[in-house]
């Protein structure tokens, strides 16, 4: 069977090569919502697919305050130092209004930002996590296909956002500030049953003895837990990122964590994480395909108005949008 | 024009008269996935829809170990103190594997509970925050219609489960700890911005002070946002659950906030709240369409098996399954 070969995309060729600008380029593709983008995006990522998959994924999250910037900046200056090439990719929805932080986000990361083997991308504009999380699984790709054998995907918060991060990485870190034992309560199981290392950080000066305890108290609430797999038991470990203390040694953890679950688990992992990334490709393309509609357009306003009045349920307009895009 | 009069739910009499079991039976039936459930859910809403919309609807939402459920308990119990009928529905989509905290939920609000006019409901079993969110929003017009005047969704977490609850309500209300005045930057903007009233809690004993610093840092911290609305600006409070102080100023702050928006402002946002729901609805529907259809089945196997081997990129199967799907 012969295939007509494609027309390669200008960008596969510096992109594959690791020019940062190509890089930059082809995630601003993959994160634009024209129709047209998005097929050259799609041909582009399946032409990339065999060079991609060559990193060791993380996830990193932490709630607000705990320091995970300053964590992330010292632990990817390690591993530049020891030879890798990072890519630092961000996911925060949470801030649907205007975007950023009250402390703006030009500042973060200075050092790192500054290396030739580090790439950093802030989050993607984007209303849903759905939304924000295909990118940046689509982004991951890219990265990888560039060369960067660490992809590091950061996420701010103790709720959903987790979730999306753990389904896109091989190793799931929670950083963990110090605290006093009455709120070890605060831990929701379901996010630490998604971390396979838990790394207290601020383990220096006044909070250093705190820190200490704190790890001890968070390994006694994992024993209660069940055990993430078979293979591995989650660690906890303390750091201090401002003092550069314990960095080596999270990563030490990575290693320890990929020769437990071997290459195997981690590509059943992989491909479990695939199929449902599928399932959300499918539901945004058909949302999509929805809202360009002729016949769903006309409808809509007039449902719209109706359900922002209360004199039609939202369950139920939603069934005659359906009937109406569906033809059935 | 005429029109058939449907045949009556035998829960709409009960549920109206404010039965608790025919309420309970009517949420149940909302959560429920099967086709014919919901097209009974439906139109048992539908009929309810004029019966709907006449509580004040809080969402409450903190970090986990702020002392959430404890102010909902007191907080509730001063409400029914003063003749109010409350209800409690939670949303909480973060503990996905197993579900529940490491304290169990059974002692949860166990003085609220017993009450006669206080109606909880936990948090509905669901995969996705869409489809959790969905359900809340309809057990909302349940219980409203079964009289409670006050309606309560409570929510975990520093992420996206916050804004699918400030969606649903007309004042959103963040619980906060005491902390130190560098843990400020740890206020995401995106969280803070939804908020209507800032309690912060634990305003007792050793804590007490720094409760009271913290609220006076929180304020400066609005400061540097933009109002919410322009009839509104957001309130700072202290409260300590535990010792029931402060409790009745919060209720307060919530008459000051419903008196500020006045009766259009409501309606505005529940209008604007609607539409956005309607979205919602039709996203889940689809995708159950979807999943229902012979020939998308058929050829899904395959394609899961192509994405999960890394032979194809999901955003590229996601195109094939839609053009089956929607025979294009």
Redesign the interface.
């Given at each position: 069977a012969t295939k007509t070969q494609p027309v390669e995309d200008p960008l596969f060729a510096p992109l594959l090569a690791g020019d940062r600008r190509a890089l930059a380029r082809a995630i601003t593709l993959v994160e634009s919502t024209r129709e047209d983008h998005?097929e050259r995006?799609?041909a582009l990522?399946?032409a990339l697919?065999?060079h991609?998959?060559r990193s060791v994924r993380l996830g990193i999250t932490g709630?607000?305050?705990?320091g995970k910037s300053t964590f992330i900046e010292r632990f990817g200056l390690h591993l530049i130092e020891a030879g890798h090439k990072v890519a630092v990719l961000a996911i925060d929805?949470?801030?649907?209004?205007?975007?950023?932080?009250?402390?703006g986000d030009k500042t973060r990361m200075e050092l790192l930002s500054r290396q030739a083997n580090a790439f950093i991308r802030p989050s993607p504009a984007g209303t849903t996590?759905g939304g924000v999380a295909r990118r940046t699984?689509?982004a991951m790709l890219l990265v990888e296909a560039a060369g960067h054998d660490v992809a590091i995907v950061e996420t701010?918060?103790?709720?959903?956002?987790?979730?999306a991060v753990a389904d896109m990485v091989d190793m799931f870190i929670l950083l963990l500030p110090p605290s006093g034992g009455d709120?070890?309560?605060?831990?929701?199981?379901?996010?630490v049953?998604?971390a396979d290392l838990l790394v207290v950080n601020k383990a220096d000066g006044d909070l250093a003895r705190a820190a200490q305890r704190s790890a001890s108290d968070y390994l006694n609430?994992l024993r209660?837990?069940?055990p993430v797999s078979a293979a591995w038991m989650p660690e906890v470990r303390t750091c201090s990122a401002v003092e550069g203390r314990g960095i080596a040694e999270v990563w030490d953890a990575v290693g320890r964590y990929r020769a437990a679950q071997g290459e195997a688990g981690i590509a059943r992992r992989?491909?479990?994480q695939?199929?449902a990334?599928?399932w959300?490709?499918?539901?945004?393309?058909?949302?999509a395909?929805?809202r360009r509609h002729p016949e769903v357009k006309r409808q809509l306003a007039a449902?719209?108005h109706d359900?922002?009045?209360?004199?039609?349920?939202?369950?139920?307009?939603?069934?005659r949008?359906?009937g109406t895009?569906?033809g059935r």
């Open positions: 998005r995006a799609d990522l399946t697919l065999p991609t998959g709630v607000p305050g705990v929805p949470s801030s649907k209004r205007t975007g950023g932080s009250i402390l996590l699984r689509e701010v918060g103790v709720g959903q956002s987790e979730t709120d070890l309560q605060g831990i929701k199981k379901g996010v049953e998604l609430a209660l837990l069940y992989r491909g479990v695939a199929r990334w599928l959300n490709e499918i539901g945004e393309t058909l949302m395909a929805l449902l719209e359900v922002e009045t209360g004199a039609l349920a939202p369950s139920a307009a939603a069934r949008i359906l895009f569906l």
